[in-house]
């Protein structure tokens, strides 16, 4: 089986989910799949073409069983097509909203990168002018590739940078830092002000000066 995503699979995903395909072929070639690279391709195709039918949580849970049953329980396949189990089934239920809002950050997720406002948000009640933070890795200031998720408090930066990804095997805390700077409301693309995470998305490409503050 030579299975490959199609342009229209590969647009579905981009343009209407919104997944990074790099960060996700990343993933996929980091498994060192061998011969199931085709297998995995084949039931991402399937988690698409579920999507649109009217029972499409049941098909993409029915697609992920009958995938699982020839691989290890807990394994690193495994894992990989539960989480993208869970996004699929997101999506179905509510949309990029979902999608977005209840991504797994905590552990590998396909990367969302928002490139226009998603709704409902509450950007009108922002400030013109505004502080964020983001609590990362120190080579996303060097390598100027920031994230996209970042947040009104200064406390929720800390807890991203120092505490969330202790358990993760990549977590070095000497390389965890906080960075900061001031945006217009008009570059912001998402905003949940009543969640404690007071969560801002902004255009990434448009952020200037910013800085490292611990």
């Known amino acids: 089986m030579d299975k490959k995503l199609s342009e229209n699979e590969k647009e579905f995903l981009t343009d209407k989910m ?7 072929e990343e993933k996929i070639n980091s498994l060192e ?15 698409i073409s579920s999507v649109n039918k ?12 009958r995938a699982v049953e020839s691989i290890v329980f807990g394994g690193e396949l ?13 999506f179905v239920a509510g949309g990029l909203y979902d999608l977005y809002i209840y991504q797994e950050r ?22 013109m002018f505004f502080d964020i933070y983001r609590g990362c890795d120190e080579s996303e ?20 940078a120092y505490t969330h990804y202790v358990s993760q095997s990549w977590y070095k805390k000497a390389d965890r830092c906080i960075l900061t700077t001031k945006i217009a409301r008009n570059i ?16 990434i490409k448009k952020l200037i000066n910013v800085q490292l503050i611990s």
């Open 18 to 24: 919104s997944i990074d395909l790099v960060h996700l």
């Open 33 to 47: 799949l061998k011969g199931d690279k085709a297998l995995v391709n084949y039931i991402i195709s399937s988690f």
């Open 54 to 65: 009217c029972n499409g949580k049941q098909y993409i849970s029915d697609t992920f069983e």
């Open 78 to 90: 495994y894992c990989f097509l539960d989480t993208l189990r869970h996004a699929f089934n997101s």
């Open 106 to 127: 905590e552990q590998w997720y396909p990367k969302i990168t928002l490139s226009s406002e998603l709704k409902p948000n509450d950007i009108v009640k922002l400030p």
């Open 141 to 160: 200031l060097y390598n100027k590739q920031y994230g996209q998720s970042w947040s009104r408090s200064l406390d929720v930066a800390k807890e991203f």
């Open 188 to 203: 912001v693309l998402f905003s949940m002000q009543s969640s404690h995470e007071k969560e801002i998305v902004p255009v």
